[in-house]
């Protein structure tokens, strides 16, 4: 009998809540009786997807920043989750758990250095946590281009997961993964996931209402019963938000047990996870991707840049945010690049090998020494270690929570110029150069169409206020253990 395979990949994520200067999320009201939306979620979605052993049997990326929270507010479960996945890789040899891209940038905006630093520190992320390297990477947003996938099979990841109309061309077969061909001659593994039962499952509550029929029915339809007569073993991916498994749709963590216990093993289908399907399915076909094109906005990734149907508010705050704030990054490399280079001969290795400073596992003095070619001062480790903790401020600020929603006037845009304050504020501790004006003028076009709150006040309270924090700033205070 051909195999009749599937798996739910669940994409479990939130954005950085933390104010940078105190490390501390702020009482988010709508959350209530939750002090904050992490808290909340948690009850709804994490822990009880935890506690019915979900975690062990989806395919799954949780992102760094969320896992961060989850590992110091209810670290039983975070290391359950951990051992759901350390489950399979003992029975199988593979584990069912996928890296992300560290601080949920959309790829295809950001520099080639920025995309590496992305990947590099999501795969050590994976790394430090599992104890094992990752096989596959979750690209935020599923957005892509043709040098992110370079990047990612040059360090060694061998799948991800993208929506159907991401590939390119008529007549994608989406019961088998592809096989990418990239420029270079490497190649990656694609997994297009099934449209539009994926988007049942997560916008339709009369899908998941029972785990019996939507295995007969709505699971075992979207096989290709020419492929079935002819022996030949498909697998079906739906993908979604892992959020919605209990905190979205209410109760749907239970549906989601129902149908891994036993309901798609009683309609004939066998559940797997990717690197799991691909130690016996290679990809036999390849396909073209569609670069610029992600999963939750039909116009390529316009939605994080500009205006697009998505977000139905005048949307001309978004290019002029990103382009402050490309503007920021340069000046901010100027500013790295100009002070590290005389000490430190490999700056762009040394902000890369700066997550594991992130994830605890050394310290910024030991890193700091090790790269450096002759002895460094106390002073000289300072500022290298405030400009090292700048860039960590500098790629947070492109999160792409900043441009998802329609307004500017929301609490997702405003945190993402916290972070570009911050990140001002340690460059100019450690070089004397203040790039507050130049940002503050890039800023005042960004305004909100509905409040009329304009960037540049924002970014100026940020800036009056890290002022007062800035006693609290040492090389071993509560930032160096608190990436994200
Ligand atoms: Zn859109």
């Given at each position: 009998m051909p195999i009749k395979a599937f798996s739910i990949h669940g994409h479990f994520y939130q954005p950085p809540r933390e104010d940078p200067l105190t490390g501390i999320i702020p009482n988010e009201y709508g959350a209530a009786p939750y002090s904050n939306w992490n808290e909340r979620i948690h009850q709804e979605c994490y822990r009880p997807n935890v506690e019915l052993h979900n975690f062990e049997r989806i395919s799954f990326n949780v992102g760094p920043t969320l896992f961060n929270w989850l590992e110091s507010h209810d670290p039983h479960i975070y290391q359950q989750i951990l051992a759901q996945d350390a489950a399979n890789l003992h029975s199988f040899g593979v584990g069912n758990a996928m890296a992300q891209a560290y601080n949920h940038t959309i790829l295809p905006f950001a520099s080639s250095s920025d995309k590496i630093i992305q990947i590099t520190w999501g795969i050590a992320d994976f790394t430090h946590r599992f104890g094992h390297q990752p096989k596959g990477m979750w690209l935020p947003e599923t957005a892509v281009d043709y040098e992110t996938l370079g990047l990612l099979a040059r360090q060694g990841i061998e799948f991800t997961i993208l929506a159907p109309w991401q590939a390119d061309g008529d007549g994608l077969d989406s019961t088998e993964p592809y096989r990418v061909q990239l420029p270079g001659g490497d190649s990656i593994i694609v997994f297009f996931y099934q449209g539009d039962l994926s988007a049942r499952i997560s916008f339709s509550t009369d899908a998941t209402a029972d785990a019996e029929i939507f295995a007969d029915i709505e699971l075992a339809s979207q096989f290709s019963a020419e492929k079935e007569k002819r022996g030949e073993d498909q697998i079906i991916l739906l993908a979604s938000d892992g959020e919605l498994y209990g905190h979205h749709q209410p109760r749907r963590e239970r549906f989601l047990a129902q149908l891994l216990d036993g309901a798609s093993a009683h309609a004939g289908l066998t559940n797997t996870f990717p690197s799991l399907w691909l130690k016996t399915h290679p990809p036999r076909k390849t396909i073209r991707i569609r670069e610029r094109t992600s999963w939750s906005c039909h116009h390529g990734i316009t939605r994080w840049t500009g205006e697009c149907a998505?977000?139905?508010?005048?949307?001309?705050w978004k290019s002029y945010l990103r382009y402050a704030l490309n503007r920021l990054a340069t000046a901010l490399d100027g500013l790295y690049f100009d002070t590290i280079y005389p000490l430190i001969p490999k700056p762009r290795s040394l902000r890369q090998r700066y997550i594991h400073v992130m994830l605890g596992e050394i310290s910024p003095e030991k890193l700091i020494a090790e790269m450096a070619t002759h002895p460094l001062t106390q002073d000289q480790i300072w500022r290298v270690y405030l400009l090292l903790e700048s860039q960590r401020e500098r790629q947070r600020m492109f999160t792409s929570c900043g441009w998802?929603?329609?307004?500017?006037?929301?609490i997702e845009p405003k945190n993402v110029l916290a972070y570009a304050a911050h990140a001002v504020r340690l460059a100019r501790l450690a070089t004397g150069d203040d790039l507050s004006p130049q940002t503050r003028s890039d800023l005042r076009h960004v305004i909100s169409p509905r409040s009329g709150l304009r960037a540049d006040n924002v970014f100026s309270q940020f800036m009056a206020r890290s002022w007062v924090a800035e006693d609290n700033l040492s090389i071993s205070g509560p930032q160096a253990n608190d990436p994200g």
């Open positions: 998505c977000t139905p508010v005048e949307g001309r998802f929603f329609e307004d500017f006037d929301r």
